[in-house]
């Protein structure tokens, strides 16, 4: 099973609407880090979260980590073409600097 | 303001040659870490580096994998007597230090043939 799930795997949405993607861990996080990344392409760091209950926003984005710090969410707002794209969590462990992902989820937004 | 680069961006081979990629992280950046992504996943962690010393590998990275960062500066990883299970896409990524966001390069696609 993976260790990081995240949900849905795959959103297809209006522009203009809400949406929210999920990031869930099995063992605590220490930090959790979200990307977006275009196909074929690499990684953009997005934001990153390390102590229960924080919330960090950019933009129109804005990703939360709940008070155990086993579950985060990135919720977008009034979403736009340009949010199109693969979005990965990642999460780091204690005493470890590798980030472990999800398998990510694949955001289309259409006009 | 330069990110990560990596080169070359695309590789096609033939099963059993070897091959080598580079990566050049943010200048500064002491950490370097060398992560594999096939197709429909997240990437994997391989091995990170703290300035020249090598201070994590996987057990993905199998004898036929190595990589080295010589001076501190840009990494290598070589896989030698390539197979098909290797294609993948190889990102690199850098760190200020510790605890601090990765910034990923755009990757070398490694294509066996």
């Not at chain 1, 392409?41 to 086993?70: C, N, P, R, V």
């Not at chain 1, 969590?89 to 999800?102: P, Q």
């Amino acid at each position: 099973s993976q260790e990081l799930e995240q949900s849905p795997q795959s959103l297809i949405v209006q522009e203009g609407k809400n949406l929210t993607i999920n990031c869930t861990s099995s063992k605590t996080l220490y930090g959790l880090y979200w990307y977006k990344q275009k196909y074929g392409e690499g990684l953009i760091f997005l934001m990153m979260l390390q102590k229960g209950g924080e919330e960090k926003s950019h933009e129109k984005i804005t990703a939360k980590l709940d008070e155990k710090k086993q579950q985060s969410s990135l919720h977008i707002t009034a979403s736009q073409p340009s949010h199109a794209g693969i979005y990965l969590c990642g999460a780091e462990r204690f005493r470890t600097d590798k980030l472990i992902f999800g398998t990510g989820t694949r955001l289309q937004v259409f006009p | 303001d330069t990110g990560v680069s990596q080169n070359p961006r695309h590789k096609i081979t033939k099963r059993g040659q070897n091959v080598t990629f580079r990566c050049d992280p943010i200048s500064e950046h002491n950490r370097l870490y060398w992560y594999r992504q096939t197709l429909g996943q997240g990437p994997e962690f391989l091995t990170y580096f703290q300035n020249e010393a090598q201070l994590e590998k996987s057990r993905l990275l199998s004898d036929r994998f190595s990589a080295e960062r010589p001076k501190g500066s840009f990494s290598t990883l070589e896989i030698q007597r390539t197979e098909q299970g290797d294609s993948a896409m190889y990102l690199c990524a850098s760190s200020l230090q510790s605890n601090q966001p990765q910034h990923f390069g755009d990757g070398t696609r490694l294509s066996i043939l």
